[in-house]
């Protein structure tokens, strides 16, 4: 007989199987990505449908044979639910955007503490109640997100000492997508660039505001995150995401989604 666990998840997304039934793809402490097997979800009597829906934190009792397969759903208990994240459209792309870098980041039945507890604070950033911009939350969020997953970039050794007063500082740097550098090397742009409506692009590095260089610095050394307005905070997002996409060899689904709703898709 399959073992029985509790464990607390955070719901991604549900795919239907037959007629009643879904796979729920969800993030966890314990084992990191979990396939979850719900059967008779989609009936109109199912107290389920309520309680298993994105974003939602759960308490679920699963069956499991063993770690890393999919499980099955005994029970579940709603812990919190995020609908004001819902009804906000650029909040619920945002939180999308995290949830899902958190859940590529980890892999099936791996501890995944520190991701969890990093996606759950940010998404409880997100809420509208929050003093701190979308932006910038889910901005912040990301950057904890590669750094506990091991992804976050490097600087060139020579950002890592300070800029000559004699010398202008660069409008612009530039993080190196393959290897994960980022440097000021590179063609400067002709006139300033309007960051807020900034479309970023996937070929072999993509530009960042010096803010969201900076901010990405003070991540490195374990530093408190400076605030960014929200042009710098969704420039540097918009990298970071093109960033993770170039390394999981793939897109993000919820990043089409977020820059459509941003205007951001090319």
Same mark, same amino acid.
């Not at 770690?67 to 579940?76: F, I, N, Q, V, Y």
């Not at 759950?120 to 990301?142: K, N, V, Y």
């Not at 400076?226 to 960033?243: C, K, M, N, Q």
């Given at each position: 007989?399959?073992?029985?666990? =509790? ?10 199987? +037959? ?10 402490? *314990? ?18 449908? !309520?309680?298993?829906?994105? #974003? ?6 699963? &069956?499991?044979?063993?770690? +890393? ?12 639910? @995020? ?10 792309? #945002? ?6 870098? !958190? ?5 099936? +039945?791996?501890?995944? @503490? !520190? ?27 990301? #950057? ?9 970039? &490097? ?24 290897? *994960? ?19 970023? &692009? ?9 803010? +969201?260089? @900076? ?28 960033? #993770? ?14 820059? =459509?709703?941003? !205007?951001?898709? =090319?």
């Amino acid at each position: 007989m399959s073992p029985i666990l =509790k464990e607390e998840i955070i719901v991604l997304e549900g795919f239907q199987t +037959g007629n009643t039934s879904e796979v729920i793809h969800a993030l966890s402490p *314990g084992f990191g990505r979990l396939s979850i097997y719900v059967r008779g979800i989609n009936r109109k009597s199912s107290p389920l449908r !309520g309680i298993l829906q994105p #974003l939602s934190q759960v308490e679920v009792t699963l &069956n499991m044979k063993q770690e +890393g397969d999919m499980a099955t759903l005994r029970d579940a208990a709603l812990l919190k639910e @995020r609908g004001r994240l819902i009804v906000d459209l650029e909040r619920f792309s #945002l939180a999308l955007l995290i949830l899902e870098a !958190g859940w590529l980041s980890t892999h099936p +039945g791996q501890e995944s @503490r !520190g991701i969890y507890h990093t996606v759950l604070e940010g998404l409880d950033a997100l809420d509208p109640s929050s003093p701190i911009s979308a932006p910038m939350a889910a901005c912040r969020t990301f #950057l904890f997100i590669l750094a506990e997953s091991g992804y976050i970039p &490097n600087l060139d050794e020579e950002l890592t000492t300070p800029w000559p007063s004699d010398k202008p500082r660069p409008t612009c740097f530039w993080l190196q997508l393959e290897s *994960g550098s980022i440097h000021h090397r590179g063609p400067q742009p002709r006139e300033p660039i309007d960051w807020e409506h900034f479309h970023g &692009n996937m070929r072999d590095s993509v530009p960042l505001p010096p803010e +969201g260089v @900076r901010s990405i610095w003070e991540c490195l050394r374990g530093r408190p995150i400076p605030s960014l307005d929200s042009g710098h905070a969704l420039a540097t997002l918009d990298g970071l995401v093109r960033y #993770l996409e170039f390394h999981q060899e793939g897109r993000l689904r919820s990043a089409d989604f977020w820059r =459509k709703i941003q !205007g951001r898709e =090319k």
